[in-house]
């Protein structure tokens, strides 16, 4: 399958909303977001994809792109060819498969996601994320990624840990 690596710099951004879908993006190194403004003009995440991850994998079925994806970080994406990645699909059964198996599981994170977001205060956004993670918090320099994760402003995660200590 046809690739090209592609640098990004923190802020940069992949694709537009509207720009025609013509490549699949996997992270390479580095994190991603993709974002859509609110009517309000605030950003809402959608996706945040990190190392390994494809990036807006529904994208493969659309003319378009339905939001925007910006770098987070310094980062590096590998771009397949769609149509090269939809032959694929097509012809490899054994691709076809791994490819269901993969939709599932973000699928999944996505509805995973939903139930945390639809918690109404601090500490049950945290108890379901730390439920679904084996109850064990990432190392102190990774906390402000769980805030973005449970949809809080790292300060309200900080005060959260705290009154738990």
């Not at 994190?31 to 991850?53: F, T």
Request: charged share 30%; hydrophobic share 40%.
């Amino acid at each position: 399958m046809a690739e090209r690596e592609r640098a990004l710099d923190q802020g940069s951004y992949l694709f537009h909303r509207d720009d025609p879908v013509d490549h699949l993006f996997v992270v390479k190194s580095g994190a991603l977001e993709l974002v859509r403004p609110q009517l309000d003009g605030k950003l809402i995440v959608l996706q945040r994809a990190d190392r390994h991850a494809v990036l807006a994998e529904a994208s493969l079925y659309s003319k378009t792109y339905h939001c925007d994806a910006i770098a987070s970080s310094l980062s590096t994406v590998v771009a397949l060819s769609k149509e090269m990645f939809l032959t694929r699909l097509r012809d490899d059964k054994d691709f076809s498969h791994l490819w269901s198996s993969h939709l599932a599981k973000e699928m999944m994170k996505a509805r995973y996601r939903s139930e945390i977001l639809s918690r109404k205060t601090v500490a049950e956004r945290l108890d379901t994320w730390l439920t679904w993670h084996g109850n064990g918090l990432p190392p102190k320099g990774e906390w402000k990624d769980v805030a973005i994760q449970i949809g809080i402003s790292p300060e309200a995660l900080y005060r959260e840990l705290s009154k738990r200590r």
